[in-house]
């Protein structure tokens, strides 16, 4: 069982290396990628990431700008730890036992 292999904070994340991780950092962006590293300050090396963010719009003739939801591919990234608010492993789809 995993509740038994987490004992600090930091287990969740060391349990979840090579596997797929979701990311929330701060400025409203998300990302999804495979966790390659970790450091106690939270630092990651993460592969295979698609990051979703809003970048506003402004238009021209008014003052008014609008969000834009954008997504980007990245190879490999390094994620600076006082960045992230929340990590969770990605969800595994299949059998529960």
Avoid: W
């Amino acid at each position: 069982m995993v509740s038994s292999l987490v004992t600090e904070p930091l287990d969740l994340i060391r349990l979840s290396l090579d596997e797929q991780v979701f990311v929330k950092c701060r400025g409203n962006r998300e990302l999804k990628g495979t966790l390659y590293a970790y450091d106690p300050h939270m630092n990651m090396v993460l592969g295979n990431v698609e990051e979703t963010y809003y970048e506003e719009e402004s238009k021209s003739n008014t003052q008014n700008s609008e969000k834009k939801l954008k997504k980007r591919r990245i190879e490999m990234l390094f994620l600076r730890g006082d960045l992230i608010i929340l990590v969770k492993p990605a969800v595994k789809l299949g059998k529960s036992t």
